[in-house]
């Protein structure tokens, strides 16, 4: 750094002695003088901005370094956090006290949509019928060979299947009861294994495990047999953890920013010890360090789990939609390349995992929040990995025009009523189908329409909630607009280029431009906003997909 | 009455199969009149309410005012030249009608020839016609002088949009601005019409003898003025009167490249040349209305103020130089003057702007409005033949904007692999390989 700075100095000192010498022999002609005296002035305001610049940013980055933001070496909040975004940073959360490093995240966006599900839980409520979609699982053989059939009757955490290339991978039953069916798809591969569970569920007991006197080894072999490997996921490309790699680090995110996303701090409420142990679990797994990510958005602090977590380095990310997606936090935190790997989990991902070791069983317990503007009753339930949608949602839906989407309405998958939420989803959606016509839509100011745009008159409407549909509010088009992803995606990259990389299929610009830094929740935001209405996710896992077969 | 609308357009719809071109025509206009009834399908589910038509169309109002005003500037241009009604005010009805009867075959003729080429494409192509031309048809009536040939016209919106566009690919995918592509096409192979001191002022002719004439007036002008005679108002009566003694026609810049600041300012008022009181192009002269409109586009973040920030600055720095440099009467216009002569800001708030032409990344945008500025104001005062700069310097931009970014996505892939690399280095675990250290125990 310091060496730029002086080639900097040196070139413009060497310009100013050229301009006046230049200037001298001309002296004849009129006006030269002239040239020197603004040439001399320009270069000398030049400098001392240059200066203050320069010194202002060394004197952040010293007192960086001392809080221990730097520590990696990295320049803190690449891109995002320039000189004079610094000068205007949020007000520092109230919780938080001085000393505590807290990255801003500018750019950014939160869709705030109507039909947040309440924070109670209703009891009332239970899925019969459950699932395990291999498709949910990324980067394993399409037909995994199956260990049970129809009619079998399986515990919870008994093995369902395993991977065809990597055998010791194994899938465990998230409940008790009857397998009722094998259902398959396109070239036969299977699609969904689905269970009816039992009124009493029964659970496999495993055996105890010291963690504290075994090996990395012993751990993994353990894991992998009570099926908690495929609660961990590995990036780049968001696959199912490799079983024999050591991860770099492993990332998690105690908050979700997505619209309507379930509010983490209330799902882990009570389960604290379960939560810890899962941490503790992770640390061992890795050779660096188990990031947890944390809300400083909002007035009152996150739960006592996250912020008292041991054994983990906190971070945390002010900022909107999406400061809370783990992808966008790796990147501030320590960046990831092809052959840099990581592993990231969920908040209940890491519950179930720790689970295994406080209650010695499978327990796929997941607390899922149902949420859209079309139920009556916005609520949180209380069921296991992969249950009915149906079951979710009896007697709660106002309107049968609807889209049940597995997950938020950005990156969530759509599903069908008796089609079954995936595996790493917490929350169920229901919103309007858009399929109708508007009258001059693209010139009238339309009240009920998210936007980044301020032709909208919502634009000057603060906190006003909208009532998402599914209309595409325009036809496809070429790309034409400039600047609006990297508007709403806070991270050093060109996402915009990016997509142009992957649809020509220029390897080397994919890799460099960060593709192997993103999976599709962090671009959904782009594929929101993009005015020629791209599918922006489909064409990033097209790019995943063509660099995971070349790696 | 939607629902009625809805219907009575389903039933004039034309069948795909046997009429294609007509389909494609039909599709055209239905979807200006309603948003389709598209779903997303995979990826998001909801989607923002922004869509193509919804940007250009914002373009497109933010030109209004410049078209009433440019309209009836043409008028007011025609009659101080003949020395009739100078007031602003005065004469408004013939000033207007007499803008109205230009530029509405201009409007009409872009219009034509640009949309049929585009609905051509779009129907050989088969998808929906696409959006661009709503802006390029908006802007090239602006961009001409109110006496251009129509049959001129007519050839280089033809070019513009096929050479520069459809040969491309078509929306989104030109390298080339459209609306100034027609334009230089024009100033290349007809430069008599659109440089000059004449064709600014619209209906004056050279006489044989030397000397200007106002053209007389056709048929449409007697239909009006019948009208005007009835309601009792003055008429524009049979034309062909001798131009002011001493009246050239000529722009503020055009005076100011001979004889520099004092002679424009013999000629014409600063308050004349802010407001846009004065001979050019049709839509370029109102300052204030521009940056009306210029704001209006920064507001609606339709156009990026970085490109046009820059270019102020660019231009600013390069004419703060030429003043010190000094070495014409050109040279030495007050910096800040030349921002009121010619048709800097147009080209800044309308023409720099264009997202697909332009640079697209953030950095890419500085650079490319700084160095439009710099090179534009370099060609309008060293350029000997033409002192305008701002079409030909976007042009010259315009194809460097691929470099630009070339080159900023270079800087931020080298950032990244730094970033990583450092990462890689500074990699020394920090707790013994949990493997093999703790069996031991």
């Known amino acids: 750094m310091k060496q730029t700075v002086s080639k900097g100095i040196l070139l413009i000192l060497a310009m100013g002695a050229y301009t006046t010498s230049w200037a001298q022999a001309e002296s004849g002609g009129n006006g030269f003088g002239s040239v020197l005296t603004y040439s001399l002035i320009a270069i000398a305001v030049l400098i001392f901005f240059f200066l203050i610049v320069q010194v202002s940013n060394n004197l952040l980055s010293i007192e960086a370094k001392q809080l221990g933001i730097d520590e990696e070496g990295g320049e803190v909040g690449p891109g995002n956090e320039g000189f004079l975004g610094r000068l205007f940073q949020p007000k520092r959360p109230a919780f938080l006290d001085e000393s505590t490093p807290v990255t801003y995240l500018r750019r950014g966006h939160d869709i705030a949509l109507e039909g947040e599900a309440a924070l109670s839980i209703d009891e ?40 065809k290339t990597r055998p010791e991978m194994k899938w465990v039953a998230p409940v008790s009861g009857e397998v009722i069916g094998i259902e398959r798809g396109a070239k036969r591969a299977i699609t969904a294994v689905t269970i009816l ?47 024999n790699e050591v991860p770099r680090d ?77 992808g966008v936090q790796i990147h501030h935190t320590k960046p990831i390349s092809l052959n840099a790997k990581v592993w990231t989990l969920g908040v209940q991902e890491v519950l179930t995992l720790g689970k295994i070791f406080t209650e010695q069983r499978f327990n796929a317990e997941r607390i899922v929040a149902v949420t859209g503007a079309e139920l009556k009753k916005p609520v949180y339930l209380k069921t296991k990995a992969g249950a009915k949608i149906a079951d979710l949602l009896k007697d709660n839906l106002a309107n049968d025009h609807v889209r049940y989407i597995s997950g938020d309405v950005l990156s969530g998958k ?43 008159p919502s634009a000057l409407i603060p906190d006003m909630k909208f009532k998402a549909e599914t209309n595409t509010h325009g036809e496809r088009r070429a790309f034409v607009v400039t600047g609006n992803y990297e508007s709403v995606l806070p991270m050093d990259l060109y996402p915009q280029e990016l997509m142009k990389s992957i649809l ?48 | ?106 409007f009409i003729v872009t219009h034509v020839v640009g949309l049929g080429i ?102 449409v002008y007697g239909f009006f003025d019948n009208i005007f005679a009835g309601l009792g108002l003055a008429t524009f009566g049979a034309g062909g009167s001798a131009v002011v003694d001493g009246y050239t026609g000529a722009t503020p810049l055009a005076i100011a490249s001979k004889e520099g600041w004092g002679a424009v300012t013999e000629t014409y008022t600063t308050g004349q040349m802010l407001w846009g009181t004065i001979p050019g192009s049709i839509g370029e002269s109102s300052k204030p209305l521009i940056i009306v409109g210029a704001l209006f586009l920064i507001i609606t973040k339709i156009a990026d103020w970085k490109i046009m920030v820059s270019m102020v600055f660019g231009a600013a720095v390069m004419a703060l130089l030429l003043n010190a440099w000094g070495a014409t009467e050109f040279m030495e216009v007050p910096w800040y003057y030349q921002f009121y002569m010619g048709s800097f800001l147009f080209a800044m708030a309308f023409m720099a702007t264009d997202p697909v032409t332009a640079s697209a990344t953030s950095s890419g945008k500085w650079i490319y409005g700084f160095l439009i500025g710099f090179v534009g104001m370099i060609v309008r005062v060293l350029n000997p033949a033409y002192p305008e700069g701002w079409m030909l310097a976007i042009l010259f931009m315009n194809v460097f904007a691929p470099l630009i970014d070339h080159y900023v996505l270079q800087a931020n892939i080298n950032r990244r692999a730094k970033r990583i690399k450092a990462i890689m280095k500074s990699e020394t675990p920090d707790k013994p390989a949990p493997a093999t250290a703790q069996v031991q125990a």
């Open chain 1, 124 to 163: 009332s409520v239970q899925a019969t019928t459950y699932a395990v979609q291999p498709p949910n699982f990324l980067g394993i053989s399409p037909i995994p060979k199956m260990l049970v059939e129809e009619g079998s009757e399986v515990k919870a955490g008994d093995h369902l299947f395993f991977d």
């Open chain 1, 197 to 243: 569970a039992d009124k009493e569920q029964q659970y496999r007991e495993l055996s105890a495990f010291d963690l504290d006197n075994s090996s990395r080894e012993q751990l993994v072999e353990y894991l992998l047999d009570a099926g908690a490997w495929t609660l961990l996921r590995q990036r780049p490309f968001n696959v199912v953890a490799d079983y």
């Open chain 1, 250 to 326: 492993i990332f998690i995110s105690s908050f979700d920013t997505a619209p309507l996303a379930p509010n983490l701090d209330f799902v882990v409420e009570g389960q604290e010890a379960a939560f810890q142990k899962g941490l503790d679990v992770l640390a061992k797994l890795t050779s660096g360090s188990v990031y947890l990510g944390l809300n400083a958005n909002g007035e009152t602090a996150p739960a006592k789990a996250f912020t008292e977590a041991t054994g983990v380095k906190q971070r945390w990310f002010h900022g909107k939609h999406p400061a809370g997606n783990v």
């Open chain 1, 414 to 456: 759509r599903k069908e009523q008796d089609s079954y939420l995936n595996y790493y989803d917490d929350q169920l959606t229901v919103v309007e189908e858009g399929d109708d016509y508007a009258l001059f839509g693209w010139l009238l100011p339309s009240f009920n329409t998210p936007s980044i745009s301020t032709t909208f």
């Open chain 1, 504 to 551: 020509v299929g220029d390897f080397e610009k994919m890799e460099g431009l960060g593709l192997p830094e993103l999976v599709e929740e962090d671009v959904a935001l782009c594929e929101f906003v993009c005015v020629s209405k791209q599918p922006v996710q489909q064409i990033l896992r097209q790019g995943l997909d063509t660099m995971r077969e070349q790696a």
């Open chain 2, 1 to 106: 009455m939607k629902n009625a609308l809805l219907k009575a357009l389903k039933r004039i719809e034309p069948d795909k199969a046997k009429s294609p071109f007509m389909h494609t025509a039909y599709d055209a206009f239905f979807t200006f009149a309603f948003t389709p009834n598209l779903t997303t399908k995979d990826g998001v589910h909801i989607r923002d309410g922004m869509d193509l038509k919804r940007q250009m169309v914002h373009v497109v109002l933010a030109l209004q005012v410049l078209y009433l005003f440019g309209t009836y500037n043409i008028g007011h241009q025609h009659f101080v030249a003949l020395g009739e009604y100078t007031g602003f005010l005065q004469g408004v009805h013939l000033k207007l009608i007499y803008g109205l009867i230009k530029i509405i075959p201009i």
């Open chain 2, 118 to 219: 585009e609905f051509y494409y779009a129907y050989k192509k088969g998808h929906g016609v696409e959006e661009g031309f709503l802006v390029s048809g908006a802007l090239i009536p602006l961009i001409m002088p109110p006496d251009i040939p129509l049959w001129i016209l007519g050839v280089s919106v033809a070019f513009a949009v096929w050479i520069g566009k459809e040969a491309f690919g078509g929306t989104g995918m030109n390298i080339l601005n459209i609306a100034l592509l027609s334009r230089v096409f024009v100033f290349f192979a007809y430069p008599t019409y659109i440089s000059g001191d004449e064709v600014w002022i619209a209906g004056i002719e050279k006489a044989a003898e030397g000397g200007y004439f106002g053209q007389a007036y056709g048929a």
